[in-house]
């Protein structure tokens, strides 16, 4: 039902900027919450940003709190996360997920989003 294509990531310095995007299939885009997960080489994976349907509502995760900002261009079918001040330990696979569902005050767990990008590679090096 939702087809879903990451693109923006890459190789990085510390301290630099990366904007992902997140390019989804078919009519309902602007039905469903969106999601920017991420995973470590050898890790969980961990949740990062989540936005509502409407774009009204946003959650981050601690660790990027203040530093990435998630939003969505429904006209363009698209969600982005937008990472300032990358350091280091922000390597990892970014993943964009969707959910017919909004989760409101707290962090969505990984099993509520049903439709998955294929993930692109975020390196930050020091």
């Known amino acids: 039902q939702v087809q879903l294509v990451e693109s923006g990531g890459g190789l990085v310095q510390a301290g630099g900027s990366l904007r992902l995007s997140c390019a989804a299939s078919?009519?309902?885009?602007?039905?469903?919450?969106m999601g920017w997960f991420r995973q470590a080489r050898g890790k969980e994976r961990e949740f990062v940003a989540t936005i509502s349907w409407s774009g009204g509502y946003t959650y981050y995760a601690d660790s990027v709190k203040g530093r990435f900002t998630i939003s969505r261009d429904n006209a363009k079918n698209t969600v982005y996360l937008q990472m300032n001040s990358l350091k280091p330990e922000d390597t990892a696979v970014y993943y964009c997920?969707?959910?017919?569902?909004?989760?409101?005050?707290?962090?969505?767990?990984?099993?509520?989003?049903?439709?998955w990008g294929q993930g692109t590679q975020v390196t930050v090096s020091s």
């Open positions: 078919g009519r309902t885009f602007s039905s469903y919450a």
């Open positions: 997920a969707a959910d017919s569902r909004n989760v409101f005050g707290r962090a969505p767990y990984t099993y509520e989003y049903d439709y």
